[in-house]
């Protein structure tokens, strides 16, 4: 397909958006911090759509994904290239890996998209908790990293403040949002906001279960390549806020123990 002067390439996906979406990707100031690590997150790079063939991408022809086949200027279209777009830009959680993995050389680590979609089902298999909307825990999982699609996964090590870090996911977040359109957004930026928030007993639950997820991850990469990373242990000892999260962390820590007591000198 040729690259027309409404649509913009994106070199990290292959993939051709709409001007609106490929802005939200592009344009905004939303790189990972000059000390990160890792591949950049897109940002602060506009890819400019030539008319001419022999300038840019326009002369170069890559897989199409498809039209829709309800009429230009439709309602449904509208809405259809809107969604679309917007499932464009979060296929970058899929390619996104998890920075803390690569900052301790794990080889071929998680993305996050991979850390998200646990937290789901961990959602989905908690059982019914009194006072516990399960599906709503299900949909804050889903969610609560959705603008590190755009920014990145910003980790300590990257020396952000927590407030800049909250600050630059919001804006992402807006972003991304505006390229959905739709009442949708209003709900996924709720969800988004009341787990950053901690503003609830789903988000709280969900804040263990980013924490139990981690340290599960951990065990599994220790085991895996012979490693030991207590960092992780550490940086969530004392941190689960419900029953819930602390049973299924301390299970996690008697198979650590018993598999490092059992490990050969």
């Known amino acids: 397909m040729a690259i027309n002067p409404s649509t913009c390439f994106s070199p990290w996906h292959g993939r051709c958006l709409s001007t609106r979406a490929s802005r939200a ?24 759509c030539q008319e001419g063939p022999s300038e840019g991408f326009r002369s170069q022809t890559f897989p199409s994904l498809g039209t829709s086949q309800a009429p230009v200027g439709s309602a449904r279209r509208g809405s259809s290239a809107s969604i679309i777009d917007f499932l464009i830009l979060c296929h970058r959680l899929k390619t996104t890996k998890r920075q803390g993995w690569i900052n301790h050389g794990i080889e071929g680590p998680e993305s996050v998209a991979d850390h998200m979609y646990r937290m789901a089902l961990m959602a989905l298999i908690a059982g019914d908790l009194p006072g516990l909307n399960r599906e709503r825990c299900i949909k804050i999982a889903l969610v609560h990293d959705i603008a590190e699609a755009i ?10 403040t927590k407030e800049e870090k909250s600050r630059m996911e919001s804006a992402a977040l807006n972003e991304m949002c505006e390229v959905l359109g739709g009442g949708m957004r209003e709900e996924i930026k709720e969800l988004w906001a009341e787990y950053e928030n901690n503003a609830s007993l789903e988000a709280n639950l969900i804040k263990d279960f980013d924490k139990v997820e981690l340290i599960l991850q951990a065990l599994e990469y220790e085991t895996e390549h012979g490693m030991v990373l207590d960092e992780f242990f550490l940086s969530t000892a004392g941190k689960f806020q419900t029953e819930l999260g602390k049973n299924w962390a301390a299970e996690i820590l008697l198979r650590r123990n018993s598999r490092l007591a059992n490990r050969p000198n």
Request: aromatic share 12%.
């Open 151 to 160: 920014v990145g996964d910003i980790t300590p090590s990257d020396g952000v």
């Open 25 to 48: 990707l592009f344009s905004r100031p939303f790189m990972r911090p000059p000390s990160a690590t890792g591949p950049p997150a897109p940002g602060l790079f506009y890819v400019r």
